[in-house]
């Protein structure tokens, strides 16, 4: 889907730090912008900041993790904006702890929203997609599925479950017009779950600004891209693709370089630093 102008594109997470970026970037490609996030406030400020830049926004206020409302959520906006083009599942939630101190709500809560939802909304546009012989999903996943995460292994399960769905999905709908895409993000500067501990990135994993990010969601719509890692690494983009390939092939190598970056002991802090506080990132249980 080269060209986005007029294109109803539905985004979940639209009113977070990313879903921002996104939706800036939607507007300008002249696509109507339909928000979907769990706070109504923020999702309003978000609708008048895209309406004020001369943009098409309507918000729909959802709580994604309640999976058996989504076909309602899907009918009330087809009915209200007619039929959607592109599905970007962007929201998602994440708290780093040991997985030792998760409970059974927050694992379900994650699983729920990072994952279930995504496939839901997915399953109820599929008819629609084929009957009108076009329609595109795209699943913002993490470099936290391709590579093991310490302290935050069940939302990098998450991240795993979708970013496989969604390359099985893909091979099951080629001969469609359906495309779908997986976009893999590292860490993210301004928003996320990295950026609200306030502590570093691990050295050399570098850090993406979200308007990158956002780039390259749009470019996996308009270059149909499979699955797009995008991430500013300081030893090279195609020297992290390879590190994370040998990493899936040999386990005890992935673990050499994670513990060299000095992954396990950052998030072991940052997962200390949650404890303290006595609450999560995100609101998880």
Same mark, same amino acid.
């Given at each position: 889907m080269?060209d986005l102008?007029g ?5 979940t997470g639209?009113a977070?730090?990313?879903g921002?970026y996104?939706?800036q970037?939607?507007?300008q490609?002249?696509?109507?912008v339909?928000?979907v996030?769990?706070a ?5 400020a978000?609708c008048e900041?895209?309406? *004020? ?5 309507v918000g729909y ?8 409302t ?5 009918e009330?906006?087809e009915r209200d904006?007619?039929p959607?083009d592109?599905?970007i599942n @962007?929201?998602g939630? *994440?708290s780093?702890?040991?997985? +030792? ?7 379900q809560a ?6 279930? %939802? &995504?496939? +839901? ?9 084929? &009957?009108?012989?076009?329609?595109h999903?795209?699943n913002v996943a #993490?470099? *936290?599925?391709?590579?093991a995460?310490p302290y935050? $292994?069940?939302?990098? %399960?998450?991240k795993a479950?979708?970013?496989?769905? $969604?390359d099985?999905?893909r091979? +099951?709908l080629?001969d $469609?017009p /359906?495309?779908i895409?997986v976009?893999c993000?590292g860490?993210?500067a301004?928003s996320?779950?990295f950026a609200?501990t306030?502590? =570093? &990135?691990p050295?050399?994993?570098? /850090? $993406?600004h ?6 390259g969601v749009?470019?996996a /719509?308009?270059? @149909? ?7 500013q690494?300081?030893v090279?983009e195609?020297?992290?693709k390879v590190t994370? *390939?040998? #990493?899936?092939?040999i =386990?005890g190598?992935g673990?050499w370089?994670?513990?060299?970056l000095?992954v396990? +002991?950052? @998030?072991?802090q940052?997962?200390i %630093?949650?404890k303290?506080? #006595?609450a ?5 249980p």
């Open positions: 080269t102008t294109k109803t594109v539905v985004l639209a977070g730090g990313l921002g996104i939706s970037q939607l507007v490609a002249g696509a109507k339909v928000g996030d769990i109504r406030s923020p999702l309003d978000w900041k895209i309406l *004020a830049s001369g943009g098409q926004a206020d959802w709580d994604l993790s309640k999976l058996e989504l076909a309602r959520l899907v009330t906006i904006c007619g959607i592109v599905l @962007n929201a939630l *994440a780093y702890r040991a997985f +030792e101190d998760c409970t059974l709500a927050h694992m994650l699983i729920a929203v990072n994952l279930m %939802a &995504a496939m +839901e909304l997915t399953r109820l546009l599929l008819p629609g997609f084929r &009957a009108r012989h076009q329609g999903i795209v #993490s470099l *936290a599925a391709k590579m995460h935050d $292994s069940v939302y990098a %399960a998450s479950g979708l970013l496989l769905w $969604s099985s999905l091979q +099951e080629i $469609s /359906i495309q895409s976009v993000p860490y993210i301004e996320g779950m609200k306030e502590l =570093p &990135a050295k050399l994993s570098g /850090i $993406s979200p308007s990158l990010v956002a780039s749009l470019a /719509i308009r270059q @149909n891209r499979a699955q797009l890692i995008v991430n690494n300081l090279g195609t020297s992290a994370l *390939a040998i #990493s899936q092939l =386990p190598f673990d370089v994670s513990h060299a000095g396990p +002991e950052l @998030n072991r940052r997962a %630093a949650r303290q506080k #006595s999560t990132l995100s609101g998880l």
